[in-house]
């Protein structure tokens, strides 16, 4: 028998080195549960709202959500999951929810109506207020003192891939959004000065 080696040796595992890939694959595992890393795929717009409604179903004292886009169908999507003995529910959007091919009044009308029909049909009063500045990008779901951050807005979450994550430092998050809803006017304000401009054309 020869004693002699054609080509490479075979290639001994490093047990070490398996075990420490194993151990910050766990670790990585674990920090994304720690934060609320949810992934939802293409195609899984009902699982996303069954995670978004069950998360709200949680919520004791409040809610705000803060979507540039955020319209009236969310309304009805979300909010019914919302206790409305309890919890004060704020909603931040901007007036680029409202414009579209000169249908910003009509989509105010029915943001409006949808306000006031889950007041009636759930008994959740809803203060809605709106940005006339395009200062708010992102989108953000406050529940109690946890910040969610959404990759896309309430109206698409997984319609196409999206990705919601829980935010480690919630306080400055919220705070910026205090500072935000300063700047913003209410809803029916906003409906206001819309017919007036309205009128001001015609």
């Not at 996303?48 to 919520?59: D, G, H, K, N, T």
């Not at 829980?166 to 300063?182: T, V």
Request: positive net charge.
């Amino acid at each position: 028998a020869s004693q002699s080696l054609i080509g490479d040796g075979p290639r001994i595992p490093n047990v070490n080195a398996r075990i420490a890939i194993a151990a910050s694959r766990r670790e990585k595992i674990a920090n994304a549960k720690q934060y609320g890393q949810r992934w939802f795929p293409d195609g899984s717009r009902e699982e996303a709202m069954r995670f978004i409604q069950s998360e709200l179903r949680r919520a004791k004292y409040r809610v705000m959500i803060a979507d540039p886009y955020l319209a009236g169908l969310q309304l009805g999507q979300f909010l019914y999951a919302v206790n409305p003995e309890t919890i004060s529910v704020t909603l931040l959007s901007s007036v680029l929810a409202f414009k579209s091919k000169g249908q910003g009044h009509s989509k105010t009308d029915d943001f409006c109506q949808r306000l006031t029909q889950l007041e009636k049909d759930a008994k959740v009063t809803a203060k809605a207020f709106v940005l006339q500045s395009s200062i708010l990008h992102d989108r953000f779901l406050v529940i109690d003192d946890t910040v969610w951050f959404l990759g896309n807005s309430l109206n698409t979450l997984g319609d196409k891939a999206s990705l919601i994550v829980k935010l480690p430092n919630p306080d400055e998050i919220i705070d910026q959004l205090e500072d935000m809803l300063k700047q913003a006017i209410s809803i029916v304000d906003y409906k206001k000065r819309q017919a007036k401009n309205q009128d001001a054309e015609s």
